[in-house]
């Protein structure tokens, strides 16, 4: 291990005491089931994160985290929070804002949980093999709730979610059509089928990049099973970008297949597509109809009765509040209090349902764009760790990362808000503990390089004397 890297090392392990570790685990593995383990609106997480809280406290003392990393890529996430704290002040509904300042505290928590507990390959290696086996687990009841009568009880298709303090949305008068897209969408740990496809769109690249030819295979294939009968057209189109960057990204040979693939898809793609409309299954009607509602999306002219014209009223909302507080924006969360005074379809539904438009809106052009930036350049230095680190678990990890991010940033316009998608905020955990093992055994290499250099200096300059 380089100088640097283990210096670092054991600098963190000098305040990494054992209570502290098991409870930030803890606290990781419990955002990442989410809302399966819950009463109402309080999550097992919210146990975690508060028993971490009042460890770190207690051990403050020791010193912790921050002055240690050798990265500072994490503080941009201190600068933003500090941000929409002050935007309480300004905000158009105090109520959302402190509630959505409160969604901020619980993500920006889980990063520097991850960050705290990875500190070299085999802690990120451990901590990856943890949300694997959570994961998985998900993965396997979602593929049970898609093909089976199965639901979790803590789902929104279950008639046993009243016992757990929530409304089940299967009862009253439905339309047959309706009723079947429900039971056959899974929800797993994320209560929602849009942010289950989002999730799972992070952990995809995972499986891809993995060496193990169970994970490639077999792992690959149910989440992309789950991701279909999801219906989340956004987080099909983000898998299809994930397959043209993993294919693209390294080996050539990758990069032929897919384009051989691409060509023959060309070609059966018309008889296949209407064979697919044709399907009884919804799911399947729906991936055939993924082109036109593409194109529905972009275009100007979509009727606000169906869902993307809504989401165009959403967006056109938005922006029209932004257009009159455009430094400050109006306030974190109070996206929603400019839904409500809208009225109509938008006064219902009130989330933004793109990201990347609610960030702008709520902490305004400077903020929104600084996050954005900061967004890419993780992006960026994610893939130059992939590319140039000779680590191979590092290797790993910043090529799944890379997909993960560039599909995460297509996908989460499917969501109605990815503010409090706790495994949005695992990942980036995971890319800020990778820039810094990077970061650190890079200046390990250079201290070495510069001894090697030193040594072999001394060495001319001791022959020339003699």
């Known amino acids: 291990m380089p100088k640097q890297l283990s210096n670092w090392s054991r600098q963190i392990d000098s305040g990494n005491t054992p209570r502290l570790a098991a409870s ?7 955002a990442l089931l989410g809302v399966a383990v819950s009463y109402s609106a309080f999550y097992l997480f919210h146990l975690s994160l508060g028993l971490l809280v009042l460890l770190t406290v207690a051990e403050a003392r020791r010193g912790l985290w921050v002055r240690h990393l050798p990265d500072n890529s994490h503080r941009f996430l201190y600068v933003m929070f500090f941000w ?15 509630q959505y300042l409160f969604y901020l505290f619980c993500g920006l928590a889980v990063t520097m949980a991850v960050i705290y507990l990875v500190r070299d390959e085999r802690t990120l290696q451990r901590l990856l093999r943890i949300a694997g086996a959570i994961v998985g687990i998900e993965v396997c009841l979602s593929l049970l709730e898609a093909f089976t009568p199965f639901r979790l009880p803590v789902s929104p ?30 929800t797993g740990f994320q209560w929602n089928p849009n942010d289950l496809a989002v999730t799972l769109v992070i952990f995809l690249p995972f499986c891809m990049f993995s060496r193990s030819v169970f994970m490639r295979g077999i792992g690959t294939l149910s989440i992309l099973v789950v991701i279909l009968f999801t219906g989340s057209r956004a987080s099909y189109i983000a898998v299809a970008l994930q397959f043209a960057m993993w294919a693209s990204m390294f080996r050539l040979r990758r990069l032929v297949s897919v384009l051989s693939v691409m060509i023959i898809v060309v070609f059966v793609a018309p008889t296949v597509v209407a064979a697919m409309k044709a399907s009884a299954n919804l799911r399947i009607v729906q991936l055939a109809q993924m082109g036109a509602a593409l194109s529905e999306y972009f275009a100007s002219d979509s009727t606000v009765e169906d869902s993307i014209g ?10 029209k509040a932004l257009a009159e507080s455009p430094l400050l924006g ?12 809208a009225g109509g379809e938008a006064a219902r539904i009130r989330s933004m349902h793109n990201f990347w438009i609610e960030v702008v809106v709520e902490s305004g052009l400077v903020m929104g764009s600084a996050f954005i ?31 993960s991010l560039g599909g995460f940033a297509v996908a989460l316009v499917s969501s109605s808000s990815v503010a409090y998608l706790l495994p949005m905020w695992f990942m980036f955990g995971l890319a800020c503990s990778a820039l810094n093992i990077h ?3 890079n200046a390990g290499s250079t201290d070495c390089r510069k001894s090697s250099l030193c040594l072999e200096q001394n060495s001319l300059a001791v022959a020339a004397d003699n």
């Open 24 to 30: 930030a685990r803890f606290c990781v593995a419990s």
């Open 84 to 98: 929409y704290a002050l935007s309480v002040a300004w905000s158009s509904n105090r109520i959302y804002s402190i």
């Open 157 to 186: 298709y279950s008639h046993l979610v009243h016992y757990f303090g929530r409304e089940s949305m299967i009862e009253g008068t439905l339309e047959e059509t309706i009723l079947q897209s429900y039971l056959s969408s899974p």
């Open 310 to 319: 809504i989401r165009h009223e959403l967006v056109r909302n938005g922006l």
């Open 330 to 341: 109006v306030g974190g969360g109070a996206s929603k209090a400019v839904q409500e005074r």
């Open 373 to 403: 930036l900061w967004y890419a350049w993780m992006f960026v230095r994610c893939y130059r760790a992939a590319i140039f680190t000779r680590r191979p678990y590092l290797k790993y990890a910043s090529s799944a990362l890379v997909c």
């Open 439 to 441: 970061v650190a055994s």
